[in-house]
């Protein structure tokens, strides 16, 4: 199973998936065919849910924790992992798998997938794949497609059951997963980090809280100054409070300005007036630290 994207880590082993699938698979487009079923009837049922690297995006992190009803930072500790590479651009996440010898997921039972509802979009793919062509020089988004992962101990393939790429998709509901995806994509390959920008340990642990340990990131936003140094809308204020998407949301308009330098979030006239001159690029993360007057927050 793989998921079929690249990250911001080097050296990169997706991003040589990446391009191997690029140069060796067929491309499906959504309304090509292919064959294929997994239900309990199929001899390799659940096979495919060991020793397996399943790449997590914070919003599988988000559906997952809420599905088991327990705060992000427990289910960070309890259930995945968060490997540290040399000159890593942003944190990685991945799920967990049992200690055992099978190396079987933790969410795995007698009957299948146990938070079925609220798998990772990888796990929703299978067995397709999505791959993209680099994105140009001048912003046009590379070209995006399909294809299919056919491995031998995969006994679905051998099904009758025939579905178009758009049927698939549509079946296993992942419009949410694609939108959130793609903005967190966005952030991983950020322009920051094609103009030689590095985070350092400080600001990776930023960008880590606030994507995926979204708990913690509450009480940053809620629990400091920041609501009284920046201009939120009062409404989504009250999303962020309720709802974790909009505080997701939220999460990602931070860290675009606060580690990026981008103006997703305004400071009140009188922080601005403060901080005049401090808030350019260069030193907006320290700037924008000092006016949440809590840098141990996060």
């Known amino acids: 199973m793989s998921d079929g994207t690249s990250t911001t880590t ?8 990446r391009d191997r699938i690029l140069a060796e ?6 309304d090509d065919p292919f064959n294929f079923a997994c239900h309990p009837g199929v001899s390799c049922f659940n096979c495919c849910c ?18 088991l009803g327990i705060k992000s930072g427990e289910f960070l500790d309890r259930y995945t992992l968060a490997p540290v590479q040399k000159d890593m651009k942003t944190p990685v996440v991945i799920l967990r798998m049992q200690d055992n010898e099978a190396k079987s997921c933790s969410f795995l039972g007698a009957d299948g997938c146990q938070v079925y509802a609220d798998r990772p979009w990888p796990c929703r793919m299978y067995p397709l794949g999505l791959a993209a062509q680099r994105d140009t020089p001048d912003g046009w988004r590379g070209e995006r497609f399909y294809f299919l992962l056919k491995e031998d101990t995969c006994k679905g393939h051998d099904e009758a059951r025939s579905w178009t790429v758009r049927e698939w998709l549509d079946d296993q509901e992942l419009d949410a997963y694609d939108e959130w ?7 991983t390959l950020h322009s920051f980090f094609e103009h030689g920008g590095i985070l ?4 990776l642990n930023m960008f880590y809280t606030a994507c995926y340990d979204l708990d913690k990131f509450r009480q940053f936003v809620f629990d400091t100054t920041l609501l009284q140094r920046f201009e939120v809308d009062e409404d989504f204020v009250e999303d962020m409070w309720r709802d974790d998407e909009a505080l997701l949301r939220f999460a990602f308009l931070w860290v675009r300005f606060s580690l990026f330098g981008e103006p997703t979030v305004r400071p009140r006239p ?8 401090a808030l350019d690029k260069k030193e907006l993360y320290a700037a924008s630290a000092a006016a949440t007057g809590d840098r141990e927050a996060l």
């Open 200 to 203: 350092s340990p400080e600001r």
């Open 25 to 30: 698979h067929p491309r499906l487009g959504p």
């Open 10 to 17: 080097a050296p990169d082993p997706r991003a040589d998936l």
């Open 50 to 67: 060991h020793d397996v690297n399943v790449f997590l995006t914070p919003y599988d992190v988000m559906r997952l924790k809420n599905r």
């Open 181 to 187: 995806g793609e903005a967190f994509k966005e952030l």
């Open 270 to 277: 009188e922080v601005m007036e403060a901080y005049q001159g």
